[in-house]
């Protein structure tokens, strides 16, 4: 009876150790993963605009293959959609949208691959996408009517015995815009080489020289505007420098630009102003001199740069 028992005893404590391993491989047991899964979106729209994207880029390295991807996707923090192959959708407020894609193998035999990617959609208007740059409709502005009316606008101050713009020069016709995307000339400003913006500036205004830049005082803090875009800092914080815009010139930090043979690099974003000066070098005629602030000092810089291959802000006076 005992030797029964104790039978029964080592059998069932067999099935369990066995049933236990059975588990723990379970629990190991690995599938091979999809990669790769993409999708064109732009960095900048406008409200209203429309978009269907196609995923493409998915593949696998090891497994049985997959015939058929189903492809789901997301907005922000929404549930994923049911699988469709593309996704249309029209971004009608001003704010950011995070669009998600997730790939995966109807037969469960990958894991699923997933991307994102980040749309900001800006009204150029005076007051809904840029904020806090202590300007507005009733202050002294002209029309440039060489662009699109609402992005034409220039504000300015007057500082000694010059009329200076208080937004950064946004003309199309000449400069690259921000991600090469035209929405974020106003309220960013363009880009421009040194000749273009010696040209750029509209009738009866031109670009300022580096002394007159001086004039303006080298206070960083005083210059700058504690700037917002789609709600988001633009100049980030810095204990050491208040951003007070007590001069009213409004600066923002939109970086620079070099200029490349195939296309250009934006650079600084949120951390960096600078400024072209009609002041060329003396001693070679391939750089010229510019005015810069950087977000982690008090006070505003001058250097020089190379005419063709450094594109910045511009400000125009008269």
Known sequence: MKRSILLYMSLALAAALALSCKKDEEKTTTL????????????????????????????????????????KWKINTDSYSDPMDTFTFTANEVGNYTIYCQASDPD??????????????????????????GISASDDHIADSRDKAGENEYFYIRKGNLD?????????????????SDVTSYPLGRYYTWDEAMTACPAGWRLPTDEEWESLGNDAGALSADAYLNSHRMWEYWPDVARTNDT????????????GKDAPTFKRLYDYAAFWTATESADDPSVARYRYIYVEENDVKATYGDKSSLALSVRCVR
Do not use: C, H, Q
């Not at 999708?39 to 429309?50: T, W, Y």
């Not at 469960?108 to 740059?133: E, R």
């Not at 009213?248 to 200029?259: A, Q």
């Open 108 to 133: 469960g035999k990958y894991y699923s691959v997933a991307t994102s990617k980040l749309l900001i959609v800006i009204d150029p208007a005076l007051g809904k996408t840029l904020t806090g740059t």
């Open 164 to 180: 200076w713009f208080r937004n950064n020069l946004a003309w199309t016709g000449a400069g690259v815009a921000y991600e090469n």
């Open 32 to 71: 091979p993963y999809l990669y790769g899964v993409d999708f064109d979106l732009p960095v900048f729209a406008r409200p209203g605009d429309s978009f269907t994207l196609t995923p493409y880029g998915v593949y696998y390295t090891e497994g049985e293959g997959v015939e058929k991807y189903n492809y």
């Open 248 to 259: 009213k010139m409004s600066v923002i930090p939109s970086g620079y630009t070099l200029v």
